[in-house]
C-alpha cells in the first residue's frame, strides 16, 4: 500500500504522488533518519518521509530530480515495494525516478542521481523532433533582444547548454528565487565557463522596469534580456519567424526554468521557485560533457 501525507492517524489507499513546486534546500544524502538530506523536494515531502520510517516493511521512497516523489509500505517484498514507489512517482514526472530509501536502508546513489537527465538525443534524433517545451521537444525558436537592442534568437545558442529563465519583478516568488539563480550563474562560470549560457526573460512588463529592479536589488550581473513584453497585458512571446506564442504555452505558473541541450533539445523543466538551484549544478555539468557536439554558438 502507499501511505498519503498524514498529520494525525495513518491512511491507507491505492497510490498517491506529490510533486511539490516549491522544493527546500538540502544537501545530497546523509543518512537514513535525516529527511532534510533528501535532495530536491519540498516540506510536505520531507514531513511525509517521518512517517515512511515509522511505516510497515515491505516499503520504499522514491524521489525523481525536480521534486517528484512517492513512498508505498506493507508490500510482500522489498522489490515490489521499490517498483510501485518508482511507479508512482513517475506519474507526476518527465523525469526519471529512483529508489532514495528500501526499508530502514539508504540506498541513494548520488553519482546516479546527477546521470538522470540522460539519455540525450543524438544531433540526428535532435533534428526530428517536434517544437514545444516538454522533454524531448525542441524548444520554441524564441526572438528577444539584449540592452541595447541587438535581436537574438534562442537557435542562435545551438552547441551551447542554455538555462532558460522566465520571470517578472511584479512576482513575489520570482523575486525570492533570484539569488539562488545568482549563485547559480557564478558557479556555471566558475565550472563551465561559456558552455553555459543563462537567459533570463520578463513576462509582463517593460524590461526597463525588470532591469531597474535588478539593478536596485543587487543582481545588475545577471543576464537579463528583453522578451518583448512591455506591459502586464501583453502576454505573448515573440517567435523567430514572427509569429506570437501565448506565455502561459511556456510557463503555466511564474517563475518557470528550462534547461536546454546542445541541440536545443529540453532535457528538464520546473515551474515555481527553486531554493536552491546549485542542487542542479552536477546535472548541468553532466549535459555539458555528454550530450551534444561541442561548438561554439553564432553568438560568439
Known amino acids: 500500500m502507499i501511505n498519503l501525507f498524514r498529520g494525525n492517524p ?18 545530497f544524502a546523509a543518512g537514513v533518519n535525516d529527511p532534510e538530506a533528501i535532495p530536491h523536494v519540498g516540506l510536505r515531502a520531507r514531513e511525509s518521509y517521518v512517517s515512511y520510517l515509522y511505516a510497515t516493511d ?8 525536480g521534486g517528484a516523489w512517492a513512498w508505498q ?40 542521481w546527477s546521470t538522470l537527465w540522460r539519455p540525450y ?16 521537444q525542441r524548444f520554441y525558436d ?3 533582444k539584449t540592452d541595447t537592442g541587438q535581436k537574438l534568437r534562442l537557435s542562435d545558442y545551438r552547441g551551447k547548454v542554455v538555462f532558460l529563465h522566465f520571470w517578472g519583478s511584479w512576482c513575489p516568488s520570482c523575486m525570492f528565487e533570484f539569488p539562488s539563480l545568482q549563485r547559480l550563474q557564478q558557479k556555471i562560470k566558475q565550472q563551465m565557463g561559456q558552455q553555459v549560457e543563462l537567459i533570463i526573460l520578463q513576462a509582463r512588463e517593460p524590461f526597463s522596469v525588470s532591469r531597474r529592479w535588478a539593478n536596485k536589488n543587487g543582481f545588475g550581473d545577471m543576464p537579463l534580456y ?10 505573448d512571446f515573440r517567435l523567430a519567424n514572427g509569429n506570437l506564442i501565448p506565455d502561459r504555452a511556456i510557463a503555466r ?16 523543466g520546473h515551474h515555481g521557485a527553486v531554493n536552491d538551484w546549485l542542487e542542479y549544478i552536477n ?16 553568438k560568439d
Open 226 to 235: 528583453d522578451s518583448g513584453a512591455d506591459a502586464d497585458d501583453n502576454t
Open 142 to 144: 524564441l526572438l528577444f
Open 58 to 65: 515491505y516499503k520504499a521512497f522514491a524521489i525523481g530530480p
Open 253 to 268: 505558473v511564474f517563475p518557470s526554468s528550462y534547461v536546454i541541450d546542445k541541440n536545443g533539445i529540453v532535457v528538464f
Open 10 to 27: 495513518p491512511l491507507l489507499a491505492i497510490g498517491l504522488v506529490f510533486f511539490l513546486l516549491l522544493p527546500g534546500t538540502s544537501s
Open 73 to 112: 509500505e506493507g508490500l510482500a517484498s522489498a522489490e515490489e515495494a521499490a517498483r510501485k514507489a518508482i511507479d508512482f512517482c513517475q506519474r507526476y514526472t518527465q523525469q526519471r525516478c529512483i529508489t532514495y530509501a528500501l526499508n530502514d536502508a539508504l540506498v541513494f546513489d548520488s553519482q546516479q
Open 283 to 298: 546535472f548541468i555539468q553532466d549535459l555539458v560533457t555528454e550530450s551534444g557536439p561541442q561548438v561554439l554558438s553564432k
Open 121 to 136: 538525443l543524438s544531433t540526428l534524433q535532435a533534428e526530428k523532433a517536434k517544437p514545444g517545451n516538454k522533454r524531448g
